[in-house]
């Protein structure tokens, strides 16, 4: 089976280190899907906006390997527990597919064609997409649904600090700015490397930022939010 990108959707993320774990946990990011050429019929999404959620069917484009593993640890798991590749959502699998369910905020149209306007994302910028279809809640929600080893999961609440006001002051919008709050509070950092001793940063590029933060106990600091373009 011959299997192409119908479309690229665009998002925030020029990298794959702080995009959120699983779609919908942050309702403020956004992203656009813009229709590759041979898919730009408006027929095409004819009906479509009388849904408000959408599945996308996408491509993790920097886990491609040539091996497969039947086995991997999940990062949730502290890194060190081994777990069915297919009773996860590791990236790392046989055909490198992922499902996110978004929300569908509107439908342009222009000279490029339909162009979807989503919310609650979880890929990379410039990420493949290979389908979209609509979610239909009578059929994909399951109220009697068991969530496995999941359950076991303990967050921590992570209160986030901008003793600089970094960004607040920043370029980003308030949009932006809260969705950027949000994503801090869901710990970006890997839950195997997760030292609280205050003094290591982590960072990640969001926007045209280099978020740089320290962590001591459940207080997250931004500390270094210099503009990189």
């Known amino acids: ?3 192409e990108p119908i479309a690229h959707i665009n998002t925030d993320f020029p990298t794959k280190f702080g995009v959120p774990r699983q779609s919908g946990l942050i309702s403020d990011l956004n992203g656009t899907i813009i229709f590759e050429p041979h898919y730009r019929d408006p027929e095409a999404v004819k009906g479509l906006s009388g849904f408000n959620y959408i599945w996308l069917l996408w491509d993790f484009s920097m886990a491609h390997r040539k091996d497969w593993s039947a086995t991997v640890c999940p990062p949730r798991l502290g890194g060190k527990t081994h777990v069915g590749v297919f009773a996860t959502r ?5 055909n490198n597919i992922g499902l996110s369910s978004v929300r569908l905020e509107s439908i342009e149209y222009s000279d490029k064609g339909p162009i979807l306007h989503v919310s609650g994302i ?22 009697d649904a068991v969530d496995g ?4 999961i303990v967050d921590i609440d992570i209160k986030v600090e901008d003793p600089k ?3 607040a002051n920043s370029m980003l919008s308030k949009e932006q700015q809260h969705a950027l709050i949000a994503l801090l509070k869901e710990d970006p950092r890997p ?5 609280n001793d205050g003094i290591r940063k982590y960072g990640f590029y969001y926007c045209d930022y280099d978020v740089r933060f320290t962590v001591l106990g459940d207080i997250l600091t931004i500390v270094e939010m210099p503009k990189v373009r």
């Open 191 to 195: 839950r195997f490397d997760a030292a």
């Open 1 to 3: 089976m011959n299997i």
């Open 122 to 143: 979880d890929m990379m910028d410039n990420t493949p997409i290979y389908d979209i279809k609509p979610y239909i809640a009578a059929y994909d929600a399951h109220n």
């Open 165 to 167: 006001g970094l960004i």
């Open 90 to 94: 590791s990236p790392f699998r046989p």
């Open 149 to 152: 080893f999941t359950d076991s």
